[in-house]
């Protein structure tokens, strides 16, 4: 089993900041890529950003490209999500998670998730 924690989230005006962290810990061996995603109120849940374990293979939705940036410190078991230049249009919870493999943007592969934290981006 793989529990997941983010942390991070936050009110904050458009054009601000805010790096979300996630803190893997238990079989975590298992895993390869992890990845955001964000769900907000009355749609279905959003791809946001992927990294495998290595780092060498990173994905982004076309909606956050060039404003954030994923990235992971594997001796720290530690996903970050750095939020630059925030719209309104992405305030969700945004939840980390895990998968067995890499590459993928579908929800659905990914095995692992944590519980989710608040980012609210007003205008």
């Known amino acids: 089993q793989v529990q997941l924690v983010e942390s991070g989230g936050g009110s904050v005006e458009a054009g601000d900041s805010l790096r979300l962290s996630c803190v893997a810990s238990?079989?975590?061996?298992?895993?390869?890529?992890m990845g955001w995603f964000r769900q907000a109120p009355g749609k279905g849940r959003e791809f946001v950003a992927t990294?495998?374990?290595?780092?060498?293979?990173?994905d982004y939705a076309d909606s956050v490209k060039g404003r954030f940036t994923i990235s992971r410190d594997n001796a720290k078991n530690t996903m970050y999500l750095q939020m630059n230049m925030l719209k309104p249009e992405d305030t969700a919870v945004y939840y980390c998670?895990?998968?067995?493999?890499?590459?993928?943007?579908?929800?659905?592969?990914?095995?692992?998730w944590g519980q989710g934290t608040q980012v609210t981006v007003s205008s």
């Open positions: 998670a895990a998968a067995r493999s890499s590459g993928f943007r579908s929800a659905s592969f990914y095995a692992y």
């Open positions: 238990g079989r975590t061996s298992s895993t390869d890529a």
């Open positions: 990294i495998s374990r290595s780092g060498g293979r990173i």
